[in-house]
T-cell receptor, first 115, second 112 residues
Framework: GAVVSQHPSWVICKSGTSVKIECRSL??????MFWYRQFPKQSLMLMAT?????????EQGVEKDKFLINHASLTLSTLTVTSAHPEDSSFYIC???????????FGQGTRLTVV | GENVEQHPSTLSVQEGDSAVIKCTYS??????FPWYKQELGKRPQLIID?????GEKKDQRIAVTLNKTAKHFSLHITETQPEDSAVYFC???????????FGSGTRLQVQP
């Protein structure tokens, strides 16, 4: 199957700092990627849709100035958590599909801990 | 928007028994329904999916059924094994939306 790689796998940062998470499609081009957030023992909640060459689309309740998304190429989307606070601590995971409306492949996920 | 409900939240079965997980969806436009298995701390992996033009699909010990009229779909695992223990998520989407709406997840534990 297709491969989506996410980096870093885990990160610890201090309150007030920013953290960048990368999501790469390794063997296919992805004009669209998705960012999800998952709290412990909970489901994956869609945060935003990352669109190559245009602005991301954010789900209701997600602060776009807090979670900056950049999709500068067909294989890379980045999520930057700005001015991180402890409540931003979570598991962030991206996904992409080689073909529209087919299997979604997920990155390894990034466990963010803000101290 | 789409809303997907999943039951039960936890399920414990004995090895060899069958397990059934059920989901309902709200948007009649949804036409693609995948099931993902997620082990602790790992990424979700697709185990089976079904499209709205079929009512049932089977892959070895795993099967999925879809009832479009009632807007529900179910995952059936037969002859469960300890390695089936994980969290299972159902999801739904439709052509043109691309993003998946996930159910709340079912923690399956298979007792040896």
């Amino acid at each position: 199957g297709a491969v989506v790689s996410q980096h870093p796998s885990w990160v610890i940062c201090k309150s007030g700092t920013s953290v960048k998470i990368e999501c790469r499609s390794l063997d296919f081009q992805a004009t669209t990627m998705f960012w999800y957030r998952q709290f412990p023992k909970q489901s994956l909640m869609l945060m935003a849709t990352s669109n190559e060459g245009s602005k991301a689309t954010y789900e209701q309740g997600v602060e776009k100035d807090k979670f900056l998304i950049n999709h500068a190429s067909l294989t890379l989307s980045t999520l930057t958590v700005t001015s991180a606070h402890p409540e931003d601590s979570s598991f962030y995971i991206c996904s992409a599909s080689p073909v529209v409306n087919t299997e979604a492949f997920f990155g390894q996920g990034t466990r963010l801990t803000v101290v | 928007g789409e809303n997907v409900e999943q039951h039960p939240s936890t399920l414990s079965v004995q090895e060899g028994d069958s397990a059934v997980i059920k989901c309902t969806y709200s948007d009649s436009a949804s036409n693609y329904f995948p099931w993902y298995k997620q082990e602790l701390g790992k990424r979700p992996q697709l185990i089976i999916d079904i499209r709205s033009n079929v009512g049932e699909k089977k892959d070895q010990r795993i099967a999925v059924t879809l009832n479009k009229t009632a807007k529900h779909f179910s995952l059936h695992i037969t002859e469960t094994q300890p390695e089936d223990s994980a969290v299972y998520f159902c999801a739904a989407t439709y052509t043109g939306r691309r993003a998946l709406t996930f159910g709340s997840g079912t923690r399956l534990q298979v007792q040896p």
